[in-house]
């Protein structure tokens, strides 16, 4: 008797693919009006993380750097003088250019007009929001989007839920309650992957969340990279969200 069962082929590898992205675009140029009185001074990626001495857009630029990138093009806006005059004194691991908007662009022409200001306009891109703190392999993000063939791929967070549950059977009776579970749901996590024929598909006034995304979904041409499990990821938006993260900082290095 002959066994017909063929043996999956192996998952491709990142190396299979080709090179991750050198280069990135850093938003920073929201008010951060959430995070008041910490952003009366300063734009939002340029609040420290309490515990490190380094404001955001350090780690994210460190992180950026630590995945291969070698240029960074900084979007600013609110108070853009402070971040600039920054990272001009800042030891930075990889080359930097600013960019300021004249007049408001939006989200999507925004990240336009930054994109333009990249060194390699023919090549892949990164693309992380300014308020974000995490750690995952961009390499790894970037083979994902590649053995997709997709135009864009934006990483998925599930993060926890600030309020505790409460888990029921089918008869309504109560099983247990789960204090600041996972999101069911993943979200936006603010991280992106973008071929290089996505600049073009940008806006120049407006909003791509609501115009090129949703176009490129219809195509079947978006993709989501889910965040490794224990990969670290918060959005810093408010003041308790500093809190937890010099909180959660804390815990890890006493591990």
Request: glycine fraction near 8%; hydrophobic fraction near 45%; aromatic fraction near 8%.
């Amino acid at each position: 008797m002959t066994d017909d069962r063929r043996s999956a082929p192996p998952a491709p590898s990142a190396a299979a693919f080709p090179a991750a992205p050198t280069q990135a675009v850093v938003l920073a140029g929201g008010q951060g009006s959430r995070l008041r009185p910490y952003t009366d001074d300063r734009p939002k990626p340029m609040v420290e993380i309490p515990g490190t001495g380094v404001p955001i857009i350090g780690h994210q630029l460190a992180w950026l750097a630590s995945e291969g990138v070698t240029d960074a093009v900084v979007s600013c806006g609110h108070l853009a003088e402070v971040l600039q005059e920054w990272l001009a004194g800042a030891r930075l691991p990889l080359r930097v250019t600013t960019v300021v908007e004249e007049e408001p662009l939006g989200r999507g022409g925004g990240l336009k007009y930054a994109a333009r200001h990249l060194p390699h306009p023919a090549e892949a891109w990164y693309a992380t929001n300014g308020d974000i703190w995490t750690r995952f392999s961009l390499r790894e993000m970037a083979a994902f989007h590649a053995e997709r063939d997709a135009v864009a791929t934006l990483a998925l967070a599930r993060p926890r839920i600030p309020w505790g549950v409460v888990e029921t059977n089918e008869f309504g009776q109560v099983l247990d309650f789960i204090e600041a579970p996972p999101s069911p749901y993943p979200v936006n996590a603010g991280v992106y992957v973008f071929s290089a024929e996505f600049t073009a598909l940008l806006p120049d006034l407006g909003d791509h969340e609501r115009t090129t995304f949703p176009r490129l979904a219809r195509e079947r041409r978006l993709a989501g990279f889910p965040l490794p499990q224990g990969a670290y990821w918060r959005a810093i938006d408010t003041a308790k969200d500093l809190t937890e993260a010099a909180r959660e900082l804390a815990a890890q290095k006493a591990l």
